[in-house]
């Protein structure tokens, strides 16, 4: 089973270009989500979906966009890129959402690393 | 507003010691509490969740657990090995936060030597 997939692994981007990030899971798992990961700031969830066809803002959700169309897929997208956006993102699912007591455990891709020039 | 805090200094141990790993939290009270193991380039994975109401955990080597006086999670490795090299993070449930059920610590990183 491969679990969360991201692409791509790394990328270079111009500033002011846009750019999506994919994620797709094979768990069937309801929810969904999109972290950043910065040196001394850890994980910082930008975007998140409870389920297919709804979404949510995390804690660092300006510049980027997410959707849902199905239950598998769940880009993030860079509208216009600027070298703050310098980031390894990863992506991440759990069985259950966390509009609920508990989500489980949280099942994250190997992430993409973005580097804005 | 919520804050979690980990060693952000490497841990160094030699290998066969027991490592212990701090977590604490403030301005909150979770309601569970996960740890994950991040190698270098790799994603997050799963180790243990332990609950409020529970004040250990165990799996195999590891033990968590769960001081909600102290607001303070450890996290011990017994026999520790090389293998066990990696940067530890600290999840606590996010509550309060409505839809931010995890927030994570920085992480502390795990040395073991041989």
């Known amino acids: 089973t491969a679990g969360i997939t991201q692409a791509p692994t790394s990328q270079i981007l111009a500033a002011g270009r846009s750019m999506t990030l994919r994620c797709t899971q094979d768990?069937?798992?309801?929810?969904m989500y999109w972290y950043r990961q910065d040196l001394g700031l850890g994980l910082r969830l930008i975007h998140y979906s409870n389920t297919a066809g709804t979404t949510g803002k995390g804690e660092v959700p300006d510049g980027y966009s997410v959707s849902r169309a199905n239950t598998d897929d769940f880009p993030l997208t860079l509208a216009s890129a600027v070298p703050s956006q310098t980031s390894v993102y990863f992506c991440a699912s759990s069985r259950l959402a966390p509009n609920v007591l508990d989500t489980g455990e949280l099942f994250f891709g190997e992430g993409s690393r973005l580097t804005v020039l | 507003s919520q804050k979690i805090e980990q060693n952000s200094e490497a841990l160094n141990i030699q290998e066969g010691k027991t490592a212990t790993l701090t977590c604490n939290y403030t301005?909150?009270?979770?309601?569970?509490l996960q740890w994950y193991r991040q190698d270098p380039g790799r994603g997050p994975v799963f180790l243990l969740l332990?609950?409020?109401?529970?004040k250990e955990k165990r799996k195999e080597r590891l033990k968590v657990t769960f001081d909600t006086t102290l607001k303070q999670s450890l996290f011990h490795i017994t026999a520790s090995q090389p293998a066990d090299s990696a940067t530890y993070l600290c999840a606590p449930e996010g509550r309060g936060t409505g839809f931010q059920k995890l927030v994570f610590g920085t992480g502390t990183r795990l040395l073991v030597s041989p």
């Open positions: 768990m069937r798992h309801n929810a």
């Open positions: 301005n909150y009270s979770p309601a569970y």
């Open positions: 332990i609950r409020e109401n529970e």
